[in-house]
């Protein structure tokens, strides 16, 4: 009878023994497990989630505001003389903004994709002239250029980096597809009419922005942190001012060109 009762508590101690070594398994396991998904998540370079932030602000001048000025159409002027042609290098509102500036961060490390540029861009040759003036575009990315004017063109750019382009587009040429490898600012020009100018801002990271017609630049899903602000007009030149992105929050900045 005590024979038997003693095996009874000894099977029952070595359950109890067995079921808690297989928990400590499990747990073991299971930390295991975890250790490894976050190793493989820090070799995909995933990040903790950390909240934005944006920056808003106005690039004007000071100062008296320069009047539009006309330009000479000498050519195809049943086409390109159909409107009145104003110099688009300094384009000024009346609250004194400052149109087509560039604003962009440097020193940004992560945040949102290239690809949150866009995935479509247009450089339209309508009514002689570039639309839009200023034109921003990823590295290594298509760029549509159109002929909606149904007369010769001819796409001239003029770059330090990138292989230069000098590419003749005829009326039945309705679109041309080109593309840039390195970040830099490009003028560019149609060699048959000598008035027409843009600039081609081709870049490789995304907090870039050009200025609306009011002056206005808005540029959001920033990484917290301390980074040099620019701001470059093709007439007035260039500006640089600190800024700190707090999280969760938008700070304001404003450029002060004079002529």
Known sequence: MYRIAFLIVALASALTVLAIGCSKQN?????AEQSIDQASGAAAGNKPNVAAGNIRGRVVLQGEAPRPQKLMVVKDTNV????????ERLVVSKNMGIRNAVVYLTGVNGGKPLSSLGSEFILDQQGCRYQPHVLLIPINTPLQILNDDGILHNFHTFTKKNRPLNLSQPEFLKKMKVAFKYPEFI????????????WIVAVDQPYYAVTDIDGNFYLSDIPPGVYTLN??????????????????????STFTFRL
């Open 27 to 31: 747990e073991d396991f299971t930390a």
């Open 80 to 87: 390109c003389g159909l409107e009145t042609q104003y110099d």
């Open 187 to 198: 003028p560019a020009r149609c060699d048959v009419h000598g008035w027409m100018s843009g």
């Open 231 to 252: 701001c470059w007009q093709e007439i007035l030149g260039e500006q640089t001012a600190p800024v700190t992105v707090e999280p969760g929050s938008a700070t304001s």
